[in-house]
Structure formats: C-alpha cells, structure tokens
C-alpha cells in the first residue's frame, strides 16, 4: 500500500498532485525541485521539505515525476531502484528501463495550478510494469478520482493527442476570438454562453453531428466577409485552414 510519496517538480502537476494526495492522507515526504522558489513553496503547504539534491532522496513508496517530458529520461537514469511513476500524458512506460517498480498516472485536464480543481471527476489512466504495483497505483488513485483506466502507452500517446486538439487547440481559438473583440472593444464574455454550449453539446453526442457555422454551409459570401475583417495575417489564414477542413469533414 502507498501511504508516503516523494513529488519530483514543483510546477502544475506537482501542486494539483500533491495536494490532492495530501488531502487524501497520503504523507509527502519530500519534494525534490531545482526551483527554489517554487519548491519552497510547495513544500511549505504540503509540510514536507525541499530538497534539491537527488541524492538526498529518500525511500519511499512512490516517487512521483511530475516534470516536463524532456527531462523525465535524464532523472529517471539517476534514481534510485525505487516504485516510481510519471505523469505525463505522452512518454511511454518504457522510458524507466529495468525499474523493479514503474509505472504512469495521467490525469487526463487541462492542468493549472492556481485553478482548483475536483480530481473526483477526472479520467486517470495507469499503467504499470507488473501487476503487484499496477494494483497499487489503482488503489492510490481511487483516493483520488472515481475514473480509473488502465491504459497501454500506445493508447495514452492518442489520448493526450486528441485532449491537446481539444483542449490546447481549442483555447487557442478562444485567444483569437478575444484578440477580435478586443480589437473591437467588446467584452469576451459575450461568448461565454455560446463556449459553453458548444462544449456541453460535444459531451452528449459525437461533436461532428454538432458542427454549424458557414462553413459547413460553404457559405462563402460569409467566409470572405470575415476574411476581409481579420487583420492577424496567422488568424486569417488558421481560418480559412479550419473552414475548409470543417467542409471536408462533412462531405466524407
């Protein structure tokens, strides 16, 4: 059974991780970070302590890396034979070698860490090197959220694709609609009940069915007209890249 985990990073993960788990009765035991700052501060509200040598790390039930993807490789080739886990949504299982115990935890949202959030209702998929330590992790997470998958690396690569179009992708859009508005001088939250929609309609029924707009009308009187009012050269040509597609997608 986990009861003490060892948090390696002090970023978004790390904070929405190591409170959760904390709050669930799990004793971190150190936070391992290079950012002084940062891991200071998360040490001091999870009562731990930072460390920022990675030979001081102690044994503990789980070492959980939660660092950006580049980085998880050089660490993990300095730890120590202890169980340990990522989080990231896109590196394989393999990247731990011949650990005894290794495995992932991808909570599958958008993460910030001054957002709060309710791990109760969010996806996590685990996978595991053995099924000893597979259950385990299963057990740790049920603490956490009420959605436990296990997912192979190659399923979970495609899983955080599809969540980066949706998610990533999507905000972006939202950033080049606020840059309009703004342009304009009207408020973004005209369009918070329409995003809202949009997002509810995609969670009741396949998302294609949900397409409107003049692309899919191939509207192209409409088209040109926005066209002509973007002044972003980079939006105006995402936007005639997205309607096009928007037409393909619905002649197939």
Excluded: W
């Amino acid at each position: 059974m986990i009861k003490k985990i060892t948090i390696i990073g002090s970023g978004n993960i790390a904070n929405q991780m190591g409170f959760a788990l904390y709050n669930a009765g799990i004793k971190i035991q150190q936070i391992f970070s290079r950012n002084q700052k940062t891991g200071t501060e998360l040490a001091n509200k999870l009562n731990t302590v930072l460390i920022n040598d990675i030979s001081k790390i102690e044994k503990s039930d789980l070492i959980l890396i939660c660092i950006n993807d580049d980085n998880i490789k050089q660490l993990t080739d300095k730890l120590p034979d202890y169980p340990m886990a990522h989080t990231s949504g896109n590196t394989s299982i393999n990247i731990f070698d011949n650990k005894k115990n290794s495995g992932v935890i991808y909570p599958v949202q958008t993460i910030k860490k001054e957002y709060k959030i309710n791990f109760k209702t969010i996806p996590i998929c685990i996978e595991a090197n053995n099924i000893i330590f597979q259950q385990k992790l299963i057990s740790l997470c049920k603490l956490l959220s009420n959605k436990i998958m296990l997912i192979s690396s190659k399923k979970r690569k495609k899983i955080h694709l599809s969540a980066v179009i949706a998610s990533n992708f999507s905000n972006f859009c939202y950033t080049m609609s606020n840059t309009i508005l703004k342009e304009n001088n009207i408020n973004f939250d005209i369009l918070h009940d329409l995003i809202n929609q949009t997002a509810k309609n995609s969670t009741i029924r396949d998302p294609k069915l949900n397409q409107t707009g003049p692309a899919i009308r191939n509207d192209k009187k409409t088209i040109n007209e926005h066209l002509k009012s973007i002044n972003n050269v980079h939006y105006k040509k995402l936007y005639k890249l997205l309607s096009k597609n928007i037409l393909k997608e619905h002649e197939k």
